[in-house]
């Protein structure tokens, strides 16, 4: 399975569907689940400080016989290591444990308020020193976008945030795409919620595809990407398994009816 690639505003390609890691916590599991997402095509991989696995990860990638360059490797900066003092010496933890010199995107886990610009600032010290092709955020809304793109001197590469057909979240998409942010969905799947919808059940049989592909195949068509996350090895193979079909416009317009505000996650509006 050869994933397509979108290219970030900053250069470098990002393939358009990557796995999801949070809370594979267990080591034989994590290794388990980056062996078998690689032998299914997956050169994508999305951790953060907090999923406390990102030195399997780092393992199973090092062992692997893919080579760095072949790989997208993210991770993201935790809210206690927002501290200008913790920020670079968390990072290179984090790169020790994945076991590289490089990470291809690096993201701001959270718009933690007041510490957030001071964070970004050194996040730009680590995009100067080669170390993150890419810098990001991560549960940013558009203010807090606003707020970021009025005073930075390297603009935010990505937003990976929430998203899924049951939070469907078109105007930070919109906000995104005018200001060349790329926007990653996590929670896709919307952690199982929905999975036996009608809508999507409809569609599913029209494309004889699974629910699960229909939810990830439309991030894919309003622009987003899937970090779908799963340890189970034919769902794992399920979910790459999404680009060779498309969703007409019939299709889309049915989807949009599914659009609930529904959060699995935190929501991050009331933070200042
Ligand atoms: P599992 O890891 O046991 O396969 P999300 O990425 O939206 O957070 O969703 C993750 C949840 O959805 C996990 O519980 C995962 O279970 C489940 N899941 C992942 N892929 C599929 C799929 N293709 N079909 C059904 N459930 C899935």
């Known amino acids: 399975m050869t994933v397509p690639k979108t290219k970030l505003s900053n250069g470098p390609y990002i393939p358009q569907v990557g796995l999801g890691t949070w809370q594979i916590k267990d080591k034989s599991e994590c290794l388990q689940t980056v062996r078998t997402a690689l032998e299914n ?17 780092g393992e199973a990638l090092k062992t692997s016989e893919i080579n760095r360059n072949d790989l997208f490797i993210t991770t993201k900066i935790w809210l206690l290591n927002f501290l200008s003092t913790r920020l670079l010496s968390s990072f290179e933890k984090s790169l020790n444990k994945l076991q590289t010199d490089h990470v291809d995107l690096l993201l701001l886990h ?15 010290e680590i995009a100067d020193s080669g170390r993150a ?20 001197r390297i603009r935010p590469a990505v937003n990976q945030v929430e998203l899924h057909v049951f939070l469907q979240q078109p105007e ?8 060349g942010i790329a926007v990653e969905a996590y929670s896709p799947l919307a952690h199982g919620y929905g999975l036996t919808n009608p809508v999507l059940a ?3 049989k029209k494309h004889s595809k699974s629910t699960a592909q ?13 970090l779908p996350k799963s340890t189970t090895a034919s769902r794992i193979a399920e979910n790459i ?8 416009e019939s299709d889309l317009i049915a989807l949009r009816g599914l659009n609930a505000n529904h959060r699995t996650s935190w929501d991050p509006t009331p933070i200042p």
């Open 172 to 179: 930070l998409l919109k906000y995104c795409e005018v200001e």
């Open 202 to 204: 409809k569609l599913a």
């Open 241 to 248: 398994d999404i680009f060779d079909f498309t969703l007409d």
């Open 214 to 226: 229909i939810m990830l195949r439309w991030c894919v068509e309003v622009g987003a990407i899937p």
């Open 133 to 152: 092709n890419s810098i990001g955020v991560s549960n940013y809304t558009i203010r807090h976008l606003e707020r970021l793109l009025k005073d930075c």
């Open 41 to 57: 095509g997956y050169r994508h991989f999305d951790t953060a400080q907090i999923y406390d696995n990102e030195q399997y990860i």
């Open 110 to 124: 959270f718009p933690v308020p007041k510490l957030r610009h001071s964070a970004w600032k050194k996040m730009e």
